[in-house]
């Protein structure tokens, strides 16, 4: 999806003509800096991938792999993982975090997941932590999953958890904002204001964000970002999974394999697919 800046609304608009207002991407600039802060004490699901791949070592393509939050868990299991995300930023995290003994064993992609070309065939394909959210239009879902049916080795599992939007989320068609303080390990404090509202006939969240950053020297500084993400139903994946030539091996609604049908009360989907 181009030009995200059409999603801000009619005050983000006014406030992206301001000169003391900066326009940042998602995952790039100071938008990195409170990632592994609000992400990185999240375990549950890297705790499923290393059960489920097991001792290494094994070949691994991470798709969105971000500050490495799986990835160095993976490779201090002795695998190799090629960390692929389209984000220089979020590559010099990951890179500055990897331990000297792993840095031959993490091998960072710069390139879109639905436009890459590695020398490579992989164990297991990861699409984790809700970065399916990120294929907006549905060209973009067909050609990563391609993608990844192309890249994978015959026995290849492909890996895809996300969290399913509630029912709050898909009614929020109107917009709401949110407010939130945070705060990074440097002590430089972040006022959040959020505004996010459900498009049900495109299937998204837009999401318009202004981060005020309060300076230790008293000094305020303003962006915002625009943001988009697609929320899929089960059954759409079911299709794109299927269509783009995999079978579902495992359809759960938690790492713990509980079928995803067994529990309404649960918003996780965790799936493991196969080549067909
Ligand atoms: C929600 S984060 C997940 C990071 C990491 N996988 C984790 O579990 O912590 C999504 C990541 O996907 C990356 N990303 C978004 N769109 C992308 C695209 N089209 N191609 C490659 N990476 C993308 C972002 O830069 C970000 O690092």
Redesign the pocket.
């Known amino acids: 999806m181009r030009d995200l800046e059409q999603f801000f609304n009619s005050e983000f608009q006014k406030l992206s003509k301001l000169d003391c207002v900066q326009i940042v991407p998602?995952?790039?600039g100071r938008n990195v800096e409170f990632?592994d802060a609000i992400?990185g004490e999240?375990q549950e699901?890297v705790q499923f991938y290393l059960n489920k791949i097991g001792k290494g070592p094994l070949k691994i393509l991470?798709?969105?792999?971000?500050?490495?939050?799986?990835?160095i868990p993976l490779a201090k299991a002795g695998h190799t993982v090629y960390a692929?995300?389209?984000?220089d930023d979020?590559h010099n995290i990951l890179m500055a975090k990897v331990p000297t003994e792993l840095k031959n064993r993490i091998i960072p992609i710069k390139?879109?997941?639905?436009d890459f070309n590695i020398d490579v065939r992989f164990d297991y394909v990861?699409l984790?932590?809700?970065?399916i959210?990120?294929?907006a239009e549905e060209d973009?879902r067909i050609r990563?999953f391609k993608l990844v049916r192309k890249y994978l080795k015959g026995e290849g599992r492909f890996l895809v958890d996300l969290m399913l939007p509630s029912p709050e989320d898909l009614k929020n068609t109107k917009g709401k904002y949110e407010l939130s303080v945070m705060e990074t390990e440097e002590g430089k404090n972040c006022l959040s204001v959020v505004f996010n509202r459900y498009d049900a006939k495109r299937q998204i969240m837009i999401l318009n964000y202004l981060s005020i950053d309060m300076e230790k020297d008293d000094k305020v500084k303003f962006f915002i970002t625009p943001a988009v993400e697609y929320y899929p139903s089960p059954g759409e994946i079911k299709l794109l999974l299927r269509n783009c030539g995999f079978e579902i091996e495992l359809f759960s609604c938690d790492y713990e394999g509980t079928p995803f049908e067994d529990d309404d009360t649960k918003r996780d989907l965790v799936i493991c697919a196969r080549i067909a």
Do not use: K, P, V
Not at 62 to 71: D, P, Q
Not at 128 to 131: A, E, F, H, I, Q
């Open positions: 998602d995952y790039q990632y992400q999240y699901d991470e798709l969105g792999s971000g500050t490495g939050r799986t990835a692929l995300d389209n984000s979020m390139a879109s997941m639905t990861i984790g932590l809700n970065t959210f990120a294929l973009d990563c």
